[in-house]
C-alpha cells in the first residue's frame, strides 16, 4: 500500500519537517492550523483551520473532508495519546506511528517497566510511595504517565516526601489527567543515554545507535548528540540490544526511543516514547538515514530500507535547542515579537527564515529552532557548533544562545569525549551552573577550526543552497561571516556578538535596534520635558547622596547670586532672583 495524501497534526519545525518530507516523497500534505499560528503552513498542499491540536475528533474530520489515507501526529500533543490512535485507525485511516495497544502499554512508565522486567531490561529499583525505606533516599517522584519533566521532583529526605507526592500528583493531573506516581531510587550524577529504535509490520526491529541527552534545565533536554560520547563499550552494547529486546516483547512498529540512566557500569531502563523524538537529527546525521521518510514507509507497509549489519556510525553530530526564554531568570518563557533572526549555515529545523520575523507566544512550547552540526569526530563537531551559534542572533526577544554557547564551549562539555564523560555533570548540573565555567581558551586548533568554517559555510547540499539564495537575495551569507579565534578579552567575547565582520554588523543592527527603541524606554523610565533637569540633579549629587536637591534647577540659585545667567526654561516665574521672569 502507498500513502497518497497525509494530514500532519502539529505545528512548528516538526509540522515542516514532516510536510517537507511528504514533499521530497512526492505525497500530497494536508496541515492543520490553529487561529494566528500558520508559520508551518507554506510546504502543505492544503491547510484545515481546527480549534486546538489537541480536538482529535477535528483532526480526524479535517483529514476525511480533504482525503488524506494517514495522519503523521509529530511528537508532543497527540502523538502518544492512545485513544487518539484508534480513533484513527478504526475511522479507516493509518496512525504513522505504533499501535493504540502498544502505546498504551509503554506510554506510561509503570506498564513499561513491567514489561521491560519481563524481556530482562535492567530498571531502577521501585519503593511504595507510603513505604519508602529511611536508607532509600534520595528518591524520584515521577509521574507514571506522560514526560517532559512535569511531574517529576528529587526528594532528599524523608520529611519532604509528602509534599513532593502532593506537588507530583497535581502536576501529573494537570498535564496528563492521571495522576499515578512512581517512586524510584534517584542516582546521583547519571548520565541520560537513549536508544533510537525502528520496527516494521514483517518483525524486523534494528535500533539506530544511541544519543547522550545529559545536558538539561529543569529535566528538559537542551543539547544532545550521537553517538553517546565516552560511554563503556560492554554498557553500550547491553542497552541497545536490551532495547531491540523490549520492542520485540511488545511487537513494536515504526519509530521508538528507550532510555536509559547510565552511571558508571550500571545502566536503568527509564521510559520509552512511543514516537519520533525531537533529538532525531543528530540520529539521521550520523547514520545517513533519514527517520521521516522511515515512518511513512513503513506506516505503507513497506520494510524497513537497512538491516542492523547496515546500519554503521560515521562521524559525531550535536543538536542545541534554541529557546524564547532569558537564563538569567530561571530560563523564565518569554513572549513578543522576534524583530529578526540570523541563523548559521548548519542545518537549522525552524519555521522562522533566515532575516525574518515572528511572533512567539505563551500558548505553545518557547522553541523556536533547533541547530545541528556533524563533524568527523566528537572535538570538530563541538568547534563547528561554537562556530554556529556566534553566527547565531535573536533579536527583540530574549533567547539561550550565549548560554548554549557557554556550555557548549565549557571545559566540562568539551571533556566528555575525552574520557572524562558527562558522569557528575549531567541533568541540571551541567547546565545550572554553567554560567561559572569560562569558555575554553585555547581549545581549538588551526586545523580543527579550518575544517569547522568550511563545513558551516557549506552547510552541506541545502546549507550551500540556502548560502546562494541569500546571495541573491542581496543577504550577507552567513559563509562569509565566519568568524575567527578569539582569545580571552576580545569584544565579541564580551558582547557576544561574534567578530570581525560579523561582529560589525550585529553590532550596528543593535544600535538600530537600540536607536529605534529609545523614545520608549525614554517614556518607560519617566522621562519628558522637565525630567533631564531632576536627573541632572541627581547625578550631581555623587554617590554621598548630598548635593542640590532633584527638583532643583540649575539655571539659578536661591539667593540670587547667579543673576547673570539666562533665565530659566522651566515654567515657574520668577522663582529665581536676578532672572527676567520670563518663560525660556
Not at 491 to 520: E, N, Q
Request: net charge positive; aromatic share 4%.
Amino acid at each position: 500500500m502507498a500513502l497518497h495524501s497525509v494530514l500532519v497534526a502539529n505545528r512548528g519545525e516538526i509540522a515542516a519537517r514532516v510536510l517537507r518530507a511528504c514533499r521530497e516523497l512526492g505525497i500530497r500534505s494536508v496541515a492543520v492550523h490553529v487561529p494566528g499560528d500558520t508559520a508551518h503552513i507554506a510546504l502543505a498542499d492544503a491547510v484545515v483551520e481546527v480549534p486546538s491540536y489537541l480536538d482529535g475528533a477535528a483532526i480526524i474530520e479535517a483529514a476525511r473532508s480533504t482525503g488524506a489515507e494517514a495522519i503523521h501526529p509529530g511528537y508532543g500533543f497527540l502523538s502518544e495519546n492512545a485513544g487518539f490512535a484508534r480513533a484513527v485507525t478504526d475511522a479507516g485511516l493509518v496512525f504513522v506511528g505504533p499501535s493504540a495497544d502498544v502505546i498504551e502499554v509503554m506510554g506510561r512508565k509503570d506498564r513499561a517497566r513491567e514489561v521491560a522486567e519481563r524481556a530482562g531490561v535492567p530498571v531502577m529499583p521501585r519503593y511504595d510511595p507510603q513505604a519508602v525505606p529511611a536508607d532509600a533516599y534520595p528518591v524520584l517522584v515521577k509521574a507514571a504517565a506522560g514526560g517532559g519533566g512535569k511531574g517529576m521532583h528529587v526528594v532528599r529526605h524523608p520529611e519532604q516526601l509528602a509534599e513532593a507526592l502532593a506537588t507530583a500528583a497535581r502536576e501529573a493531573r494537570a498535564a496528563f489527567g492521571d495522576d499515578t506516581l512512581l517512586v524510584e531510587r534517584y542516582v546521583e550524577g547519571g548520565r541520560h543515554v537513549e536508544v533510537q529504535v525502528f520496527g516494521d509490520e514483517q518483525g524486523n526491529i534494528v535500533h539506530l545507535l544511541d544519543r547522550d541527552c545529559s545536558v538539561q534545565r529543569r529535566h528538559q533536554k537542551v543539547v544532545e548528540e550521537a553517538p553517546a560520547p565516552d560511554l563503556d563499550p560492554g554498557v553500550r552494547d547491553r542497552i541497545r540490544s536490551a532495547a531491540v529486546a523490549l520492542c520485540r516483547e511488545v511487537g513494536y512498529v515504526n519509530a521508538g526511543t528507550v532510555e536509559y540512566l547510565v552511571m558508571g557500569q550500571e545502566a536503568f531502563f527509564l521510559e520509552m516514547n512511543t514516537r519520533l523524538q525531537v533529538e532525531h537529527p543528530v540520529t539521521e546525521e550520523v547514520t545517513a538515514t533519514d527517520l521521516v521518510h522511515w515512518q511513512l514507509a513503513v506506516a505503507a507497509g513497506e520494510s524497513l530500507p537497512l538491516t542492523q549489519d547496515e546500519i554503521t556510525a560515521v562521524g559525531h553530530a550535536i543538536e542545541v535547542r534554541v529557546y524564547a526564554e532569558d537564563p538569567a531568570a530561571g530560563f523564565l518563557p518569554q513572549a513578543g515579537r522576534i524583530r529578526e533572526v540570523w541563523w548559521p549555515g548548519a542545518r537549522v529545523e525552524s519555521v522562522i527564515g533566515d532575516a525574518e520575523g515572528a511572533d512567539v507566544t505563551s500558548s505553545f512550547d518557547p522553541m523556536i529552532a533547533k541547530i545541528v552540526v556533524a563533524g568527523d569526530d566528537r572535538a570538530e563537531a563541538v568547534d563547528a557548533m561554537v562556530e554556529a551559534l556566534e553566527m547565531t542572533a535573536v533579536f527583540g526577544i530574549r533567547s539561550n544562545v550565549g548560554f548554549l554557547r557557554r556550555v557548549v564551549d565549557s571545559a566540562t562539555f568539551r571533556d566528555a569525549g575525552d574520557g572524562h564523560g558527562l558522569a557528575g555533570h549531567g541533568s541540571r548540573g551541567a547546565v545550572d551552573h554553567s554560567r561559572s565555567a569560562r569558555p575554553r581558551s585555547g581549545g581549538r586548533g588551526p586545523a580543527a577550526v579550518a575544517r569547522a568554517r568550511r563545513r558551516l559555510a557549506l552547510g552541506g547540499p541545502r546549507g550551500a543552497a540556502e548560502n546562494a539564495r541569500r546571495r541573491r537575495g542581496g543577504h550577507p551569507a552567513r559563509g562569509d561571516r565566519l568568524v575567527r579565534p578569539r582569545a580571552a578579552g576580545d569584544h565579541g567575547r564580551r558582547t557576544g556578538l561574534g567578530c570581525c565582520r560579523g561582529r560589525d554588523l550585529r553590532v550596528r543592527a543593535a544600535r538600530r535596534h537600540a536607536a529605534a527603541t529609545r523614545p520608549a524606554r525614554r517614556r518607560r523610565r519617566g522621562h519628558g520635558p522637565d525630567a533631564r533637569h531632576r536627573h541632572r540633579g541627581r547625578r550631581r549629587a555623587g554617590r554621598s547622596g548630598r548635593g542640590r536637591p532633584a527638583t532643583r534647577c540649575r539655571r539659578g540659585d536661591e539667593d540670587g547670586a547667579r543673576p547673570d545667567r539666562r533665565p530659566c526654561r522651566r515654567r515657574h516665574r520668577g522663582r529665581h532672583a536676578g532672572s527676567s521672569g520670563q518663560d525660556g
